[in-house]
């Protein structure tokens, strides 16, 4: 079946624009997952929303960060004013049961660019 | 959280069994223990996950001794395309709240 998809799969951008990420989790997953990768590490956490609500945002770097999830599945991480420090990789995941620890079926990410 | 730690690359080449052991001292008794594969240019997959003991599937075997202080993830008769960065994950959600914590994984390079 479908898995987890995200578009775009690659942006540019210039410094200081607002820039959005979507994420399509697979369907009937009630939980889902944003993480951000920078090159040679591993994904760091973001924010998770378990149904419409952002269940813990705790990974967001600050509030130009933002994600929603109005309908309980797409999701929009949004970054307003980029910074070139935000370049990386962004990452969606979802998962059927609430919980880290289930498995997270990942997206193949969004390549963003900060020139 | 335990922190682990574990081999920052390794080279195989195909056909041979490859062992990645993470450590981790410092476990809880309701950790899991969780292992995940990337691909260059793909997000995580999910490979295997134990409590205890040994766990199969079609892709790995984990080995788990009953100190539960180290982990080894065996891949049987590695091919190309096992070349991946494998990330080694303990926690559960009661401590973990609700995300993964990845470290900077183990690059396997498998050669021809």
């Known amino acids: 079946g479908a898995g987890v998809s995200q578009t775009p799969s690659n942006k540019v951008t210039e410094k200081g624009k607002y820039v959005e990420l979507r994420c399509d989790p697979i369907?009937?997953?009630?939980?889902l997952y944003w993480y951000r990768q920078s090159l040679g590490q591993g994904p760091e956490f973001l924010i998770y929303?378990?149904?419409?609500?952002?269940?813990?945002d705790s990974g967001l770097p600050n509030d130009r960060f933002f994600a929603v999830r109005p309908e309980g599945s797409v999701s929009t991480l949004k970054i307003q004013r980029t910074e070139r420090g935000d370049s990386a990789v962004y990452l969606c995941?979802?998962?059927?049961?609430?919980?880290?620890?289930?498995?997270?079926?990942f997206g193949p990410g969004t390549r963003l660019t900060v020139l | 959280l335990a922190k682990t730690t574990h081999p920052i690359s390794m080279d195989s080449y195909e056909g041979q069994e490859v062992n990645i052991t993470c450590s981790h001292n410092?476990?809880?008794?309701?950790?899991?223990i969780t292992w995940y594969q990337q691909f260059p240019s793909q997000g995580p997959r999910f490979i295997i996950q134990?409590?205890?003991t040994k766990v199969t599937n079609e892709v790995a075997s984990l080995f788990i001794p009953a100190d539960r202080k180290s982990s080894t993830l065996s891949l049987p008769r590695v091919s190309l395309s096992d070349t991946a960065v494998y990330y080694c994950?303990?926690?559960?959600?009661?401590?973990?709240?609700?995300?993964?914590?990845f470290g900077g994984g183990t690059r396997l390079m498998v050669k021809p």
């Open positions: 995941a979802s998962s059927l049961m609430q919980g880290a620890y289930n498995e997270q079926f």
């Open positions: 369907s009937g997953h009630t939980a």
């Open positions: 929303f378990q149904g419409t609500g952002a269940a813990d």
């Open positions: 410092n476990i809880a008794t309701n950790d899991y």
């Open positions: 134990g409590y205890k």
């Open positions: 994950l303990v926690g559960d959600d009661s401590n973990a709240g609700n995300m993964l914590t």
